[in-house]
């Protein structure tokens, strides 16, 4: 099985391979070059779009995603706390998360996107991620709303 992780950076694609079973094929694709490549050649189950909703071609890549045959389903996992409304206006992902996302509802989201079954493993982030990896800095004197 196959995922692939469009846009974002080499973290988030360790972050990915991390959250996943090992027998999941993690790609990463920065270019929509890269990612005409691998839906022809290595088509994935799944792609998670990691980035800003201004800085790639996200409707290009959730079109090709979603008429490629069989269409591969796709979550938005945003850089920003106010990307996922935008990126719903474009219409540009069947799915979408919404920040602060703890590591663990990532990879439940995950493992939803690729439909596995993950009610013995989700939750169960890997050591080297743990919670405190997905939660935002705040600095001293600023406050989350």
């Not at 290595?42 to 800085?55: E, I, T, V």
């Not at 920003?80 to 990532?106: F, G, H, T, V």
């Not at 439940?108 to 405190?132: H, V």
């Amino acid at each position: 099985m196959r995922l692939l992780i469009v846009g974002g950076t080499d973290l988030m694609a360790w972050v990915v391979r991390h959250l996943v079973p090992g027998d999941i094929k993690v790609e990463h694709a920065t270019t929509l070059d890269e990612v005409k490549t691998i839906l022809r050649l290595r088509p994935p189950q799944a792609a998670l779009f990691h980035g800003k909703a201004s800085m790639r071609p996200w409707s290009e890549v959730y079109r090709l995603c979603h008429t490629h045959e069989p269409p591969i389903p796709t979550l938005f996992h945003p850089c920003s706390y106010l990307e996922p409304d935008e990126m719903k206006r474009r219409n540009c992902a069947d799915e979408y998360c919404q920040k602060p996302l703890p590591a663990c509802e990532l990879q439940y989201q995950i493992y939803r996107l690729l439909g596995i079954d993950g009610k013995a493993e989700a939750g169960e982030t890997s050591p080297e991620i743990g919670e405190k990896a997905a939660e935002p800095l705040v600095y001293a004197g600023t406050e989350r709303s």
